[in-house]
């Protein structure tokens, strides 16, 4: 069994340290400019500007049914939905404002076709909320929000009451909870505490926002009461169940800051630079660096949420398209070093060789060699001989022949004077396999 022990979490975390990978999903008005879903922000969009997105939402390609063939296909066990993001678009049918997708062209419950069509591949259903909202009338102008420079901006906030808007949130979380059947994963956005009032707006004494603006404890504790067992991430600014960091690689298994504790987190990244369908952007990651960041993400405990942006006429356009099936090339086959798979045990991990990552089955009878720089021949790993019951790739399962210890003589496969290591015996050419995996069945 795996020696790692995680922070006790009040959700049922168990199959989401299994399962491991997810699908994130970004959709929303934004996805009509086409150029990040903080556009409205980033640009100082009017709401008469903004209200034409809403006018030709008209997403006539929308298929979830598609959308969850890919994400099977890739592999992702569970999936995220933008319900509502920041610019307070709502993409499910609520009662408590005409700001949604039943009132756009779209004429239907958006949410509801993805709840569906998810849950019928067996896939886990999640929702992000944005505890920001650039829309609602008594959320208050900010350090992020779009009205922020407006001429009139110092009054904008007279009559505004959040305590109204945290309200506003309970009854679309408590709409979210109890219309679409069970949810795993409520995932808030996010928490902005330590702004400061910028020199050029003394009007706005309150730039950020954090636990107490949204009322977090009643709002958790109405989505725990609704939906008990669920998952919820850490951006209400008070600690719950995953810790989630955000477009960047984490080198180590995440930790609680006060107890040092191992914590169950997923790393959430998008294909290219944007959130949100983002027609122009061209940072789109290569093939490898896809399957290594959720090999990287798992060979140290953690989950990997990966993110599309949908057009505005709901499909995922190509190249998102073309990044979900590297994944389903590579897990078709490589799927069972992940799933139910966490950090390898420290006695693997000394003798690990440059460019290859371990990740160890949770029941620790499976350890999985991941190799990143293919070498010609042979490949010498620390601290596997006499530990080695049989050796094979895990693509398709032919044989990995193996020397232990140290090597006498001239033969093609130069061992190695560490009498603790293998020796494996590699075909020249690197398999057809983005990242070849060798799976060790221990003694
Ligand atoms: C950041 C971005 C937001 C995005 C989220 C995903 O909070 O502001 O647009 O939805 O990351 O984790």
């Not at 808007?165 to 979210?176: G, T």
């Not at 073309?322 to 966490?342: E, F, H, P, Q």
Request: net charge negative.
């Amino acid at each position: 069994m795996s020696s790692y022990v995680t922070r006790k979490t009040p959700g049922d975390t168990e199959w989401f340290r299994h399962d491991r990978f997810g699908m994130f999903i970004h959709w929303g008005l934004y996805a009509l400019p086409a150029r990040h879903e903080w556009i409205k922000t980033r640009e100082f969009i009017p709401e008469e500007k903004y209200d034409k997105y809403f006018k030709y939402f008209n997403p006539d390609l929308y298929d979830a049914k598609e959308w969850a063939r890919q994400a099977k296909a890739a592999g992702m066990k569970y999936a995220v939905f933008t319900a509502k993001h920041h610019e307070g678009f709502c993409m499910f049918d609520t009662k408590y404002t005409d700001y949604k997708c039943t009132n756009t062209p779209a004429g239907r419950d958006l949410v509801r076709e993805y709840v569906d069509a998810f849950r019928a591949e067996g896939i886990r259903i999640g929702f992000y909320y944005s505890l920001i909202d650039w829309h609602h009338p008594d959320f208050t102008v900010d350090f992020y929000h779009p009205r922020r420079n407006d001429p009139d901006a110092a009054e904008l906030n007279n009559g505004r009451d959040m305590k109204k808007y945290a309200l506003y949130m309970r009854n679309q979380v408590e709409e979210l909870l109890t219309n679409y059947g069970k949810i795993d994963i409520l995932w808030f956005d996010f928490s902005y505490t330590n702004k400061k009032t910028p020199a050029d707006k003394p009007w706005m004494t309150k730039p950020g926002k954090g636990k107490d603006d949204w009322e977090a404890e009643e709002l958790v504790a109405l989505a725990r009461k609704l939906q008990p067992g669920i998952i919820i991430d850490n951006r209400t600014d008070t600690e719950q169940d995953i810790w989630t960091p955000e477009q960047y690689q984490p080198t180590e298994w995440v930790r609680h800051k006060e107890t040092g504790e191992l914590v169950t987190w997923e790393a959430c990244q998008t294909f290219s630079g944007s959130w949100g369908y983002y027609r122009d952007e061209q940072t789109w990651k290569s093939p490898e660096m896809l399957i290594r960041m959720l090999i990287n993400t798992v060979s140290i405990g953690g989950n990997l949420l990966m993110n599309v942006g949908p057009t505005s006429r709901g499909y995922i356009d190509h190249r998102a398209e073309a990044a979900l099936g590297v994944y389903a090339d590579w897990m078709k086959y490589n799927g069972r070093s992940i799933y139910g798979c966490t950090m390898a045990e420290p006695e693997f991990l000394d003798g690990l060789p440059a460019d290859c990552r371990y990740t160890q089955s949770e029941d620790g009878k499976r350890l999985y060699l991941h190799i990143y720089s293919y070498p010609f021949k042979a490949l010498t790993v620390g601290g596997l001989a006499g530990k080695i019951d049989y050796a094979q790739f895990l693509h398709d399962g032919s044989e990995v022949l193996y020397t232990e210890g140290g090597f006498e003589g001239h033969s093609m496969l130069q061992g190695c004077d560490d009498d603790t290591a293998v020796t494996f015996n590699l075909p020249a050419i690197k398999p057809n396999t983005l990242v070849p995996v060798i799976e060790i069945f221990l003694k």
